[in-house]
């Protein structure tokens, strides 16, 4: 959404419930300095952010702290937690390069959790973190989701009409 006419964007601005675990991290700081309305709770899991507006969910980790052994570490007992939790949840596998352990560890992650509702992003730093989850929380949230909606509505409707197929269609049951 443009303003005036210019390329400035609206700010869009939204409730955040962040988990306890995050209150001094890069990304709660990112978040407040947009002027998001952020809560901090021990109710949600460790390493996680919720947009509730848009009920969706993110866990953030950074697999160069995990352990070798990832079975040990109670990695995955922790995602199957929170995909449990949360119906639409997305893990922010968060490391500035993605070498071999990096990408082996997405690869675990993702075979282990296939079929579920999770989806893993892999991003570099936190300003990724923070432009990913606004960007999907805001095409997710109530009002945005509607607009969204109609506009692919309207864009299917103008395919169609304009679409040589649909004339020619047209003509056989004229003819």
Do not use: C
């Not at 509702?117 to 432009?131: A, D, F």
Request: charged fraction near 20%.
């Amino acid at each position: 959404m443009t303003t005036n006419g210019n390329d400035r964007t609206t700010q869009w601005k939204t409730t955040i419930i962040v988990s306890t675990s995050l209150q001094n991290h890069d990304t709660s700081r990112m978040l407040l300095a947009q002027h998001h309305r952020i809560r901090f709770s021990d109710a949600v899991k460790s390493g996680s952010i919720v947009f509730p507006q848009s009920g969706i969910a993110f866990l953030i980790i950074n697999p160069q702290e995990l352990p070798e052994n990832l079975e040990e570490a109670g990695l995955f007992d922790k995602i199957k937690k929170f995909v449990t939790v949360h119906r639409n949840s997305f893990l922010l596998l968060q490391a500035p390069f993605y070498g071999k352990k990096e990408l082996g560890i997405m690869s675990v992650i993702q075979h282990r959790f296939l079929g579920s509702n999770l989806r893993v992003l892999p991003v570099r730093n936190n300003t990724e973190i923070v432009k990913g989850m606004l960007t999907i929380a805001k095409a997710t949230s109530k009002p945005h989701v509607d607009s969204v909606r109609d506009r692919m509505s309207l864009a299917r409707a103008h395919i169609i009409e304009s679409s040589s197929v649909w004339e020619m269609l047209k003509d056989i049951k004229l003819g």
